[in-house]
């Protein structure tokens, strides 16, 4: 009876978060990101155990999930080694890694920061720049205009193959 009055609580607990509020927003990074640096931090733990330990991998569960990633059997060391571990972890890291960092620079802007970019990047659109001014164009006589042709054809090189 009360789960789904849970659910709905969730739901708008979710729906509140969604919301464009620099103090929300922050808070969400806050907490994905160091959730995320710990579940990196115990699966790097985790496999400095299975490198001491190896024969604490269930390797049948293993094996049943290395078969649903056919081409990770090639990369990967066999499951019993003491290196499995280490190598999973180090390649769930690798690709997590990024989404550390995206993650903390985005908490980082979040709040007062952000604010404070806003109302500098108001300011600056407020400030109209100068206007260029207007390029001078002088009227081009045709002598002027002849003379500047004839010099610009007496300036190329006198090559015989042209001429004969």
Known sequence: ????????????????????????QRLVLEVYGLALRLVLLALLAGAAVLCLRPEWLPVAETEKVLSWFPRMREVLPEPGSPLFGAAVAA???????????????????????????????????????????????????????????????SRKPYRVADHL
């Open 1 to 24: 009876m009360i789960e789904p009055i849970l659910a709905l609580v969730g739901l708008a607990l979710l729906a509140v978060l969604c919301l464009p509020f620099s103090g929300f």
């Open 91 to 153: 390649l769930i890291t690798a690709v997590l890694l990024p989404l550390l960092a995206v993650i903390d620079v985005s908490r980082k802007l979040a709040g007062w920061r952000l604010r404070r970019l806003r109302v500098l990047t108001r300011e600056v659109r407020s400030e109209a720049a100068p206007a260029p001014a207007p390029a001078v164009q002088r009227r081009v006589d045709r002598r002027t205009a002849a003379d500047t042709l004839a010099e610009a054809g």
